[in-house]
């Protein structure tokens, strides 16, 4: 074997395996963005605040399925419908926020950096769920098969949106 060819079988080893690891981490890049979002919001602005994110999503979620008008909401296209229900859901859950912020006192509260990480995480598969079980994400965007095997099962659905509250539960102290 001479040199070159060494150095060519290196090159294709380096260039698969490559490949592989980029294809691995892309498939999981919306977890990634998503849980680096919650992680800087709440070493930036606070672990009181996430935590009133989490709870403020589940208190939106009781009034999203209950909301009376939902049938006002446009159904086409596609994107118009998607973005008229995520808008009212992030709509519900800012209002929701500003006020459980008023009432999570962050001075009473110790989340430590890797419990943070794990909410951060918790948080991004809470919305990740709901994008694939309440709001019409599959007429706009298809995830890859990575993830559905994750999030597209009904099964999983409770269990991803029990996650957060656990983790407050466990990891709040």
């Not at 990480?117 to 769920?129: E, Q």
Request: hydrophobic share 65%; with cysteine.
């Amino acid at each position: 074997m001479s040199a070159t060819e060494g150095l060519a079988q290196v090159n294709t080893l380096a260039t698969n395996t490559a490949l592989t690891a980029w294809n691995s981490a892309s498939d999981f890049l919306i977890i990634l963005i998503l849980l680096g979002a919650f992680f800087l919001f709440a070493w930036y602005v606070g672990r009181g605040p996430l935590v009133a994110v989490l709870l403020a999503f589940y208190c939106a979620y009781a009034l999203y399925v209950a909301f009376p008008y939902a049938s006002l909401l446009p159904t086409a296209p596609a994107l118009t419908a998607l973005l008229a229900q995520a808008g009212l859901y992030f709509g519900l859950s800012f209002v929701f926020y500003i006020i459980l912020r008023r009432v999570v006192v962050s001075d009473l509260l110790y989340i430590g950096i890797f419990g943070l990480i794990a909410l951060s995480f918790l948080g991004a598969a809470f919305l990740i769920a709901l994008a694939y079980h309440v709001f019409p994400v599959a007429d706009v965007y298809r995830f890859t098969p990575a993830i559905d095997l994750l999030f597209a099962a009904k099964a999983y659905f409770f269990w991803w949106f029990a996650a957060p509250a656990v983790g407050l539960f466990f990891l709040a102290r």
